[in-house]
Every structure is written in structure tokens, then in C-alpha cells.
């Protein structure tokens, strides 16, 4: 039965389309977040959606699971696979199908990469707007699939935000197309369900999006302040003024300094925080805003403020900002990062918060967030070969979580649910609520073979497929 599986895929996909081999497979053991591991017992990588749907049809006829992945950059144990099955990789299906500037989309395949698309239209003055800090690398259908924000997701939005449309394949191999490229469609919002269901529903095989016209003008600008707690409150200030700021970035002392040893942003090393703030719009209105940042900042307590003077400085603070999570390795081995959300005044309160757990687990907290959207990312440091340091480093995590949720906040702001989040829906969401989510799940996926164990709590919320186990490998060959 598996044998024949194996064999009808091949036919699929041509034997260059499978990964079979356990060392080619291990890279696709986790994604970012890699203390969730599952090996998938096969890897397959489809050229078009009539190969993935053939792909789908025949998992779905054998009863194995099936796992979409794109790049792999996730944090929340997503594109891994902990009941084994079948990864389906979208990564050669990476082509720009379809650009239309007169009306302002673009139709890609899920594997194109999300600055691709940007760099293919930014010489005729648009963009594409959500930014993950991952946009190097991670793809279009990852970016669809966890609904990603980013940087500039505080005036532009996240991903739901800028997808008109979706090719989907389902859990039972049907192919449909939800929403398109004219925007407003009557009917229910389908393609608002699939954005953001992490794989759960189908595999997306195609996204339509919107393209944004580049702004006349662009100003980023650094504050210092003597506390991330003072920084954090200049945010509120600036939004409550009625200034939306394109960008709205806090990074905190040990960000700084991990930063500048790495890429020398001209991030200002004597300061405690600083806030990365962007504006963009009509030159008029960019200048006028900057001038009232300006003034707020200093209200506020903020000991410096430099605008970047042209393009390659500006350029070269968000390269200090997109690589901090890289760079954050050069002041530990290990970090466990939190993705929640609060409310943006409590900014203040949560940053305290925060450094209390860390001081009280006698560890190192970096934090680098999206400020303006109140979306917080603490870095909890440790050091894997110090006994006892990970469960730590765990139990501030959580506390941080619920610190969070205490003040009115949420469990994940940006990066999505996968299995990381899964147990933490059930303190938002009500037995009838997941009852719903699973009732419309079953509609694309009947089976539950889709990224199983990802999203939904386990126990009674759990679909019909027994649970393996968080992080626990799956043994090799479990249906080979
Ligand atoms: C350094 C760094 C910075 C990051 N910064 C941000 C940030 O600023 N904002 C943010 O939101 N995220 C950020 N992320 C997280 C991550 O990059 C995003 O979640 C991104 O959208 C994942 O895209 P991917 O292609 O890597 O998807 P993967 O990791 O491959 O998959 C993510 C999830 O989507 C599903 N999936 C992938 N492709 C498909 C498909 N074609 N069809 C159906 N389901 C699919 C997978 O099953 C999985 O559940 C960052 C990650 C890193 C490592």
C-alpha cells in the first residue's frame, strides 16, 4: 500500500520531485522555531497545481497526512511534520504569473519569495507591501498561510490585507479559486478564511495581491531614550496624536549592542532604546509629521533624534532592524522567542513586566517589537548547556504570555498558531468558538490530513487523527 504510494508520486513528479533519503530529509525536521521537530517520511516538491492536487488526491486516498511548506522561516513549529506523511514543498513553483500596474496586482505562485515581487515592480514605483523582517527569504503562500505582518504592517497592514485571491487545493485534492483580482466580491469572504489557516485547509497554489504605489516621500528617523519603558510610551503618544507612522520599531539595550556588533546600523550603542520610526506620504505631509515627531519624542524624554540623511542610511538602519534576530546570536546561544500582543498603551507596563520574569528566572530578555501595533517579541536568552536554563528560559516564556494576556492582549500577533500557540487558543476562545473554526476546517479538510496537530488545541478540540506528541520525532518509516 505505501510502496504504491510511493511509487504513484514518483510518477507525479518524476524522481527528482522526492526527497526520500533520512539525511536530505532532516532539513525539513522544523522550521525556525526548532525545538519542534517531525520528519516528514517523504518530501515532494510539485512544479504546478495540477501536480499537487494529484499529489493531495493520492495522500488523501491512503489516509497520510500532508504538511505544506514553503521557505521554512515560521517560529511556531508549523511547516514540520509530527504525524510523519507527505511534505509537500512549494518552493519550484515560483513564478510571477501575472502583473497588472493599470489595476494593481500581481497573481504569483505560493513559492515566489516575498521581496522577489517587490523587486520586479519597485522600477516602475510599486511595491509590495507587507514586510516580514524574513521577506529575504520566506514565500508568498507562508507569507498567505500565516497571515504575516511586519514592520510597515502598522500603516499598511498584514498579509490578509493585500490578498485578493486564492487558488486552493483542498484536503479531498478539489482545486478552487476564492476571491480574485477585482476587489470587491459578494459572497462570503473565503479567501479571508484561508488567509492565516496555516495549512489546514489546502495547499495555496496560487496568491493574487495587491501592489502599492511608492510614496513621493520617505523619512526614517532614531530616537534613544534612557528606558524601553520611556520608549514604549512615546508610542502611544505618537499615535494618539493622530500620526500613523508607516513604521514604528522599539529595540532595547541588548538588541543595540547585539546589532551594532553585527552590522553596524548606527544604532547609538550608549543608548537604553531606541525607536526606529518611519513616515511616508506626500512630501508636505512627511515633513509636517516629522517636525510633530520631533517635538513628541522630546515631550516624551527622548535623548536624541537623527533622520537619516538620504537612501543608504536609511537602507542601512532597517538592515540593523531586519537582522536582529540574526544578530542576537552574537550575545547568546540560545533564545526562545514570544510572539503576543498588547494593548499599545500598556506598551510600558508589559516591558517592565517582562524584565521582572527575565530578573527573576536570572535571564537575559532581548526585545525587538512592533511597537506601534503593540506587537511584542521578547527574546528570553539561555544557554542550551547549562542544566536547567531551557525550562527556564520555558517558564518565563509562558509568564510572559500571560503576562500579556492579563492585559487585555492576545496570544500571537504576527507569527500564527502551528504547535506552538495550539494549547493557547483555548484562553481566547470558547468551546463553541473552536467548535465553529473545526466545523469550517472539515469543510475543506474533512479527513483532518491537512497539518495535523497544528492550530487546534489537542483533547476534546482535537480532530478525529490521535495526537503523536509535540516535538516528538515520528519513527522512521512509520507508513514507508
Ligand atoms: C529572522 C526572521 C524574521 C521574521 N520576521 C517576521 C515578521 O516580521 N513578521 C512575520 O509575520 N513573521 C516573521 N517571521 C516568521 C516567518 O518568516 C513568517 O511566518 C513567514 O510568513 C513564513 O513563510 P515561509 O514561506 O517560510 O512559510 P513556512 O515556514 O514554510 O510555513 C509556515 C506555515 O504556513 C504553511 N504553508 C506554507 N506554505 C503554504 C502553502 N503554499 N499552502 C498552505 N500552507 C502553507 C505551513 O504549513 C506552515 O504552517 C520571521 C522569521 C524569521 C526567521
Known sequence: MTARLLTALREIVGANGLVVAADQRLVYECDMLVYYKGMPDLVVLPRSTAEVQAVVRCCAEAGVPIVPRGSGTGLIGGAMAPKGGVMIG?????????????????????????????????????????????QMVSSIGGNAATNAGGPHALKYGNVAHHVLGLELVTGTGDVLTLGGVVAERPGYDLAGIAVGSEGTLGVVTKVMVKLTHTA?????????????????????????EGIVPAALEAMDEPIIRAV????????????KAVLLIELDGPAAEVEVQAAAVGRICREKGSLTMRLARDDAERALLWKGRKEAAGAVGRITHNYVLQDAVVPRSKLPTVMAEIQAIGARHGLVVANVFHAGDGNVHPMICYDERVPGEFERALEANEEILHACIELGGTVTGEHGVG??????????????????????????????????????????????????????????????
Open 419 to 480: 504547535m506552538d500557540k495550539a494549547e493557547k487558543l483555548a484562553m481566547l476562545f470558547n468551546q463553541d468558538d473552536l467548535e465553529v473554526m473545526h466545523a469550517v476546517r472539515r469543510v475543506f479538510d474533512p479527513h483532518g490530513l491537512m497539518n495535523p496537530q497544528k492550530v487546534f488545541p489537542s483533547g476534546q478540540h482535537a480532530c478525529a487523527a490521535p495526537s503523536v506528541g509535540a516535538g516528538r520525532p515520528v519513527p522512521e518509516g512509520m507508513w514507508v
Open 90 to 134: 512549494v518552493n519550484r513553483m515560483d513564478r510571477i504569473l501575472e502583473v497588472d500596474l493599470r489595476n494593481r496586482y500581481a497573481v504569483v505562485e505560493p513559492g515566489v519569495i516575498n521581496l522577489a515581487l517587490t523587486r520586479s515592480v519597485e522600477n516602475r514605483g510599486y511595491f509590495f507591501a507587507p514586510d516580514p523582517s524574513s
Open 260 to 271: 551594532e556588533a553585527g552590522v553596524h546600523a548606527g544604532y547609538p550603542t550608549e543608548a
Open 216 to 240: 513621493e516621500a520617505v523619512r526614517t528617523a532614531v530616537a534613544t531614550f534612557a528606558s524601553i519603558e520611556i520608549a514604549s510610551a512615546a508610542v502611544s503618544a505618537i499615535i494618539a
